[in-house]
């Protein structure tokens, strides 16, 4: 058995280093809520040997007990290899932040760091995000939980549905029969009557910047549901082309769509609920963005995610959820499954705000340089302008006429002249209402 020091463990040679081995356990449970302390091992990791007895034990545990707090309760045992004894002790917990002697330290790497006042105060936020999907939803009952969706869940996840109380029980989302932040979000028939930040918002916008918004839209609903409608509203505002598969139409939309699926699974999953603010889609002329409220977790950077597939969760109720129906693997594989994806997808932290993964459009500069155009054996003439409005519905048959407008540099009483001619022409007609229809291209090809 090989013993090295690391962020989960550290190695002490005697027990005259006790005092620098408590404030080692404070630092690790800091970080990573449980790790190992070893006394008889050295630094190189050689086993030197430290005596125990029972008075040796009771000693530790004291010390531990008047040096930390909250106060935690750590198992000791004697080891022995090499035919020398040695201290293990295990230790966890959940309640902190932790301090040792009065002061609070952060595990960076094998070494133990005094906390800042911003350090602490963003632990102190951590935690208290961390814990917000445990913690019982005031004035919540189990009548506002919809047994449709349990029993929907249920069937993708393989329980048993036999009740509501025994359903979220078995999840862990009840607390004396009152339900938890977690199975509003993901349960109740209406999450935002008790929370209001449950939402969507979702833009999109005609040129690089968000001077010229030309489409907003507000969702609500639970976390299933908002996943959903912001994969489609992403789909419905990006270019989506088409590839055949025999006699199989096969769209393929600009940006992969699994890829940009992961990124909304993420945002959900791992956004600070403490904060007063949604998930939010962005799509640009050159990129579309999914930003979600919040640092990450515990200090962790974009680059540990990367290269080192390190991941800390935020809200552990929330992912477990998401990886009981399989939204969510293995634990950090998804920025690097978004990158396999998507090479050229970005990830940006905005320091005490929010994380946002970027998606680069087409490197086309016009929007309409990657629409395929008008079927050139039409019967009818039609102008440019007019051709042009042909190719961009045949590419979103729900454009607007303000989005039509933008796009082509033309006034919205313009847009109606032209698509009022095509009508006239039978080559386009409208089916539905004017919000929520879409245009349909009638093909009057010459025989």
């Known amino acids: ?19 620098d081995g408590i404030i080692s356990i404070s630092a690790i449970l800091n970080k990573h809520n449980k790790g190992k302390l070893y006394f008889g091992i050295d630094n190189s990791g050689k086993i030197v040997g430290q005596t125990i ?3 040796t034990v009771r000693d530790i545990e004291k010390s531990i007990s008047d040096s930390i707090e909250p106060k935690i309760f750590p198992k000791i045992e ?18 902190g932040p932790y301090s040792a002697y009065g002061r ?11 906390m800042t006042k911003n350090e602490l105060q963003k632990q102190f936020s951590d935690i208290n995000s961390s814990r917000w999907g445990a913690l019982v939803c005031e004035n919540a009952t189990i009548e506002d939980i919809s047994e449709k969706k349990l029993m929907e869940f249920c069937k993708l996840s393989d329980l048993i549905y036999d009740s509501k109380i025994n359903v979220l029980n078995k999840l862990n989302l009840l607390k004396n029969e009152i339900p938890l932040n977690a199975a509003i979000l993901f349960f109740a ?83 600070d609920y403490t904060q007063y603010d949604s998930v939010n889609i962005a799509v640009f002329r050159d990129r579309v963005e999914i930003r979600n409220p919040g640092n ?11 290269k080192r597939s390190v991941s800390e969760r935020r809200n552990e109720l929330i992912a477990d959820i998401f990886h009981r129906v399989h939204f969510v693997e293995n634990w950090g594989t998804g920025i690097k499954k978004i990158l396999k ?29 990657n629409i395929p155009s008008w079927p050139p054996k039409v019967t009818e003439k039609v102008t440019e302008n007019q051709d042009k409005i042909i190719s961009l519905i045949l590419k979103n048959s729900k454009i607007t006429i303000k989005e039509l407008s933008i796009t082509l540099n033309i006034s919205p009483k313009n847009v ?30 010459k025989e």
């Not at 463990?9 to 006790?18: D, V």
């Not at 994380?355 to 459009?361: A, D, G, L, M, Q």
Request: glycine share 4%; with cysteine; proline share 3%.
């Open 1 to 19: 058995m090989q013993f090295k020091e690391s962020e989960t463990i550290e190695l002490k040679k005697s027990l005259t280093q006790l005092k």
């Open 53 to 55: 007895n029972e008075k």
């Open 78 to 95: 004697k080891k022995i290899l090499e035919n020398k004894e040695f201290i293990e002790i295990d230790f966890q917990g959940d309640k």
């Open 104 to 114: 609070y330290f952060i595990r960076v790497a094998d070494s133990d760091k005094q």
């Open 189 to 271: 028939t209406a999450p935002e009557k008790y929370i209001p930040n449950a939402r969507l918002r979702c833009a999109t916008f005609a040129t690089t910047d968000t001077v010229s918004p030309i489409d907003m839209q507000d969702y609500s609903g639970d976390l299933f549901e908002l996943i959903q409608k912001a994969e489609t509203y992403i789909l419905s505002h990006i270019n989506v082309g088409m590839r055949l598969e025999g006699m199989r139409r096969i769209d393929v939309p600009e940006i992969d769509k699994d890829a940009f699926r992961e990124a909304i699974i993420n945002a959900f999953c791992h956004r």
């Open 296 to 306: 990450l977790y515990r200090g962790l950077t974009i680059k540990d995610i990367i």
């Open 341 to 369: 994806l998507e090479p050229t997808a970005k990830f940006e932290l905005i320091v005490d705000f929010e994380f946002r993964s970027i998606f680069t459009r087409s490197q086309k500069q016009n929007y309409l340089d």
């Open 416 to 445: 109606k002249e032209n698509l009022s001619k095509l009508k006239q022409k039978e080559m386009l007609e409208r089916v539905g209402p004017d919000k929520g229809g879409y245009w349909k291209i009638i093909k009057k090809i």
